[in-house]
């Protein structure tokens, strides 16, 4: 059964637009962030942020209807939001670390949250940086008066 498969590639229509590589022509969605819509989102945000019950910022973009990226991304098209961005993070921190201590939450949630999204670490050695320490050689000499 030799059967020769003609392949080939077919643009496929959609409502008028041709889909290819990237987003299709006339894609409204590309663009949807301005300032105004920027600060509106973000003003939401740093509101809900004040709320104990959000301590990560995945809960609020997701109550936002949103994604916790979309943060990042926002604040590189528009650095003035960076302060903003910065608050809601801190209030985040703030509102885990403060359940946590209260045993609203488990701890090993708040520790693994805290360590995962605040950038908390455990105690290290500053002193050493991690290295080895070798014990300096010490020796005793004897003077007469030990002798006696």
């Known amino acids: 059964m030799d059967q020769k498969v003609d392949l080939h590639v077919q643009k496929v229509e959609r409502k008028g637009n041709v889909m290819g590589a990237g987003a299709p022509k006339g894609n409204k ?12 989102f973000f003003m939401k945000a740093l509101e809900l942020s004040k709320d104990p019950e ?14 916790k990226d979309i943060f990042k991304h926002l604040v590189d098209r528009f650095p003035e939001f960076q302060c903003t961005h910065k608050q809601i993070i801190s209030n985040c921190e703030s509102n885990c670390y403060s ?14 949250n805290l360590k995962s999204n605040h ?10 940086k991690g290295e080895q320490i070798e014990a300096p050689a010490i020796s005793f000499k004897r003077f007469k008066s030990d002798a006696e």
């Open 29 to 40: 969605n590309a663009e949807k962030w301005d300032y105004d819509n920027t600060k509106e």
């Open 54 to 67: 959000y301590d990560f910022i995945g809960e609020i973009a997701r109550d936002l209807g949103s994604y």
């Open 99 to 112: 359940n946590t201590k209260k045993g609203k939450i488990v701890a090993a949630v708040g520790i693994v």
């Open 119 to 128: 950038g908390w670490t455990d105690r290290v050695d500053n002193t050493t």
